[in-house]
């Protein structure tokens, strides 16, 4: 079985740091690209940013410039450094992954449950 564990959550003054991890363990034989997602309430589930298995990344435009994605492929686990926290950045962040089980012959995504970040003004 699969897990996706997202950990670094928590509540931050506006204009502090938080940094998210996310830790893909079980039978997995290949990531794919991975990323983080997040989701205010009443609103739809957005992504954040994305990365490559080789390392390539992409941003929303609304955390662009403050928030940065890596990966450690070793240790099946993605960073999200997240900086200059707005109120607008207060939402659940999920983790995901497209990957390949030891029995798979596809890819598939798999999810974190998701960890909250609560930013204060």
């Known amino acids: 079985q699969v897990q996706l564990v997202e950990s670094g959550g928590g509540l931050v003054q506006a204009g502090g740091s938080l940094r998210l991890s996310c830790t893909a363990s079980?039978?997995?034989?290949?990531?794919?690209?991975m990323g983080w997602y997040r989701q205010a309430p009443g609103k739809q589930r957005e992504l954040v940013a994305g990365i490559t298995s080789s390392g390539i990344t992409n941003y929303s435009d609304s955390v662009k410039g403050r928030f940065t994605i890596s990966r450690d492929n070793a240790k099946n686990t993605v960073y999200l450094q997240m900086n200059s926290l707005k109120p607008e950045d207060t939402a659940v962040y999920y983790c995901?992954?497209?990957?390949?089980?030891?029995?798979?012959?596809?890819?598939?995504?798999?999810w974190g449950q998701g960890t909250q970040v609560t930013v204060s003004s």
């Open positions: 995901n992954a497209g990957l390949r089980t030891a029995w798979a012959k596809a890819f598939y995504e798999y």
């Open positions: 079980g039978s997995i034989a290949s990531i794919n690209a």
